[in-house]
């Protein structure tokens, strides 16, 4: 109970629109072929014990396609 005896309002828990688009925009199609590519790097860098291979490419072609998506609808959902 807060002052004088009125109860609390519950504050509604925000969420922040970006974490909320970056998760949408990693189920289409093109985010989801980058990510493959990415964990399938990844597997292979991890499976071998002397590599120079990083999947530094692989990973800046994911977040490439995520943001793209994500800077077309990001600024429609902004007050």
Avoid at 29 to 41: I, P, Y
Avoid at 53 to 64: A, G, I, K, P, R
């Amino acid at each position: 109970m807060g002052q004088r005896g009125e109860p609390e309002e519950e504050e509604e828990e925000l969420v922040d629109p970006l974490t909320t688009l970056r998760e949408q925009c990693e189920q289409i199609e093109k985010c989801v072929k980058a990510r493959e590519r990415l964990e399938l790097c990844n597997e292979r860098v991890s499976s071998r014990s002397d590599s120079e291979e990083q999947c530094t490419e692989e990973l800046f072609d994911f977040l490439h396609a995520r943001d793209h998506c994500v800077a077309h609808k990001l600024f429609s959902k902004l007050k």
